[in-house]
């Protein structure tokens, strides 16, 4: 530590030893407010996505005409549906498919995006203004209107969302990727990773990709919000998940010609997808800050 912090830069500073490791990385994150309040949502939403099941008050399926468009009380907190099913249990049950659509989404991107992106980026030639001029293409149209025709090429349900909105998220991630490698292969821990004859995929695989994780992580944290997101307007219009699932977006659409009659129908859904997209973006925002090198070091 002392003979990295007795090595000065040209003006004469010192410059300040690297601090890296888990444990210094958790520390700077939860110091931070929004690191606290994002995580503590993101937290909830996986321990409902996991355990949902078992500690939801009434089967979220079971259908009790009876009680039907019950406006919140102490025994229905978020009151009923149109079909008398309990909406806390509903959301509580349905935060497994906003869980699931997000994983599912930025993998499927991000795979995508890191084969279309790391080889062609670091062979360079032909293959690398082909695969960038795709992503041009794709890129040109609206990433609803694009996610919207997949699925109505696929047909409409939550899989074929998935699908859909991962596939549409792949230039984003080939750009961002591409990026970074056409940066890092030219740093000199590659170059001598060349000069000593290190075959090209180990050089992607383990010197360059490791080096490049830190805006890919950032931009999955805050791409995942929008995947949620689209994927509730894809339930919404029709094309997403199908009833009986209760997936907050398809929750809205069955409940939006009753808005007027049964506010609570629409409001307790809509509620959960502001409250969970609003902790995935606080917690990216702290994460990306965390990962930022200029931060680091102050």
Do not use: C
Request: glycine residues 8%.
């Amino acid at each position: 530590m002392k003979e990295a912090n007795s090595i000065k830069r040209p003006n004469g500073s010192p410059i300040p030893a690297q601090r890296t490791g888990a444990r210094w990385f958790l520390r700077q994150l939860f110091t931070k407010r929004s690191a606290r309040i994002g995580g503590a949502v993101v937290a909830l939403l996986v321990f409902f996505a996991l355990f949902g099941a078992q500690v939801v008050p009434y089967d979220p399926f079971d259908v009790q005409t009876q009680i039907r468009l019950t406006p919140p009380e102490p025994e229905h907190p978020f009151g009923t549906d149109e079909l008398g099913r309990d909406l806390l249990s509903r959301i509580l049950y349905g935060s497994r498919y906003t869980v699931l659509i997000g994983l599912i989404t930025v993998s499927l991107s991000s795979l995508g995006g890191l084969l279309m992106g790391l080889p062609t980026a670091y062979w360079g030639g032909w293959a690398d203004m082909l695969v960038m001029r795709m992503a041009d293409i794709m890129l040109s149209f609206p990433y609803i209107l694009l996610v919207m025709a997949i699925v109505a090429m696929l047909g409409p349900s939550l899989t074929n969302a998935m699908i859909a909105i991962g596939v549409a998220g792949m230039p984003s991630y080939a750009r961002l990727i591409r990026g970074s490698v056409l940066s890092a292969k030219e740093e000199e821990y590659v170059l001598a990773s060349q000069a000593i004859g290190s075959r090209d995929s180990r050089i992607m695989l383990r010197t360059i990709l490791p080096n490049i994780l830190s805006p890919l992580i950032v931009y999955l944290t805050l791409d995942m919000p929008t995947a949620v997101l689209s994927a509730a307007a894809l339930s919404f219009l029709g094309l997403g998940a199908q009833p009986p699932l209760p997936e907050w977006g398809a929750l809205m659409v069955n409940a939006r010609t009753f808005i007027s009659t049964a506010p609570w129908v629409v409001t307790a859904p809509g509620l959960a997808i502001f409250v969970s997209i609003l902790g995935l973006n606080i917690f990216g925002n702290a994460l990306r800050d965390t990962l930022d090198p200029w931060q680091r070091n102050r």
